[in-house]
């Protein structure tokens, strides 16, 4: 097993962190209020033959969203804990010094601290989960490891828990029972340790 876990560390190339705009994409129920979304991935080398191929781990932190239904105050966050990203980068360079690079991801996500505010200030506690599915396209500068990465992420809610006092309740009115929590981001960060 010690081998094992040794192998595994040798491959870690790093650690990325990021930041970025992340509006909600199709989404019925949400709209951008100050959408931004944060996180950090630690990144595992694959393969250098030709394209290279890296694997990376990590967190991601959205919020800034509100709902388009005017009778629902919704405050909270969407995580997504872990996110997995398969990166592919071809043996070319743009200008020298930048990489073009490709991702494909999927992971667990789900809502963080949500709650939801009748008119009359009612506090209604939300919880969800969903899988995650998207894909980025992305520029890195070799020598700082800063990079700009844009892509989306398809995030369906099937079904929400809405609970008040504890109890489980239906929602009021036209309070969303699913929840499309979609984004299209473009991000900026920062690799350590390449």
């Not at 990590?58 to 919704?74: I, N």
């Not at 601290?113 to 989960?129: S, W």
Request: aromatic content about 12%.
């Amino acid at each position: 097993m010690g081998s094992v876990l040794g192998g595994f560390f040798k491959n870690v190339e790093g650690l990325t962190v990021f930041g970025g705009y992340a509006p909600p994409l199709g989404s019925d129920d949400l709209r951008g209020r100050t959408p931004y979304e944060a996180g950090a991935e630690i990144t595992i080398g694959l393969n250098d033959d030709g394209w290279s191929s890296v694997l990376a781990v990590g967190y991601v932190w959205m919020s800034g969203f509100q709902a388009k239904e005017p009778s629902l105050e919704f405050r909270g966050a969407v995580q997504t804990l872990p996110a997995i990203t398969v990166y592919l980068s071809p043996p070319v360079t743009v200008g020298g010094t930048l990489y073009p690079y490709v991702g494909v991801t999927t992971g667990l996500v789900g809502l963080v601290g949500a709650q939801g505010f009748d008119p009359t200030g009612a506090r209604f506690e939300v919880d969800g989960t969903a899988f995650q599915v998207g894909a980025s396209l992305g520029l890195v500068e070799e020598t700082t490891g800063l990079f700009v990465e844009g892509g989306f992420r398809i995030r369906e809610f099937a079904s929400l828990d809405w609970e008040r006092d504890g109890d489980d309740v239906t929602p009021p009115g036209q309070w969303p029972r699913s929840l499309t929590a979609s984004v299209a981001f473009l991000r900026l960060g920062v690799q350590f340790w390449r």
